[in-house]
């Protein structure tokens, strides 16, 4: 027979020399019995154990792989924001390296048409009483450089554009521009417009957009001989 205290409780036993005896099993309740008796309700209770923890242990593997997955998130925005960042600073870089060469490019150039041997200056003055005024310093070697200021804003689809007025009173462009909100303007052009013959005056005319190839719009500053 089963110890007492390792047997499990029946209601009936189905036979007594019955080799395996039916059992009808209301709980279980083991105790320290014989070597068999122990080792089969250990691996029970094991059994038992493993069982129960297999759910939490799932659970906890979810929840870590979440955490993991959460975490790669937030790293790969803050990669992406740190590249985006380096990206803006480095064309910022650029923009501002690109700026301070032209800069000293223009710096350059006037220094040689002031310094130039063949220099002539213009002094232009304004066909309106809006007291806008431009200077122009024409190097046939060097280029040409114009400062004005006071010049009104050109108005929408418009821009100024400086002619190199010559002997023959034929004007060649020399390029176009807009002030900035201060009234103030300047341009430099480097090399010098090709023009047949001694320039001996230069005007400045309101244009369409872009600039025409001959004079067309309202003469705001002149220098003629």
């Known amino acids: 027979r089963w110890p007492r205290c ?4 029946v209601d009936q036993w189905a036979g007594e020399r019955h080799p395996e005896p039916a059992l009808v099993l209301k709980k279980h309740r083991w105790c320290s019995a014989g070597p068999h008796e122990t080792g089969l ?3 029970m209770m094991e059994g038992s154990a493993l069982i129960g923890i297999a759910p939490w242990a799932g659970g906890r593997l979810n929840d870590a792989a979440g955490r993991v997955a959460s975490t790669e998130q937030q790293m790969l925005a803050t990669s992406r924001l740190a ?3 380096v990206r803006a600073s ?3 870089a650029n923009k501002q ?3 301070a060469r032209q800069l000293a490019q223009r710096a350059e150039s006037v220094s040689a048409v002031l310094t130039a041997p063949d220099l002539i200056r213009f002094n232009l003055t304004s066909t309106l009483a809006d007291g806008s005024s431009a200077q122009v310093l024409w190097s046939r070697t060097r280029g040409v450089v114009m400062s004005g200021s006071r010049l009104p804003g050109p108005g929408p689809e418009k821009t100024y554009q400086l002619w190199l007025v010559t002997g023959s009173q034929s004007s060649v462009s020399a390029g176009v521009f807009v002030p900035d909100a201060t009234g103030r303007a300047n341009l430099v052009v480097d090399p010098a417009p090709k023009v047949a013959g001694p320039v001996v005056g230069a005007a400045i005319t309101l244009e369409p957009a ?5 004079p067309s719009g309202q003469m705001l500053l002149t220098r003629f001989p």
Do not use: K
């Open 97 to 99: 390296i690109a700026e």
């Open 210 to 214: 872009g600039g025409r190839p001959a």
């Open 41 to 43: 309700g250990r691996a």
């Open 90 to 92: 480095r064309d910022d």
């Open 6 to 9: 390792a047997v499990p409780q």
């Open 83 to 85: 590249n985006d960042e």
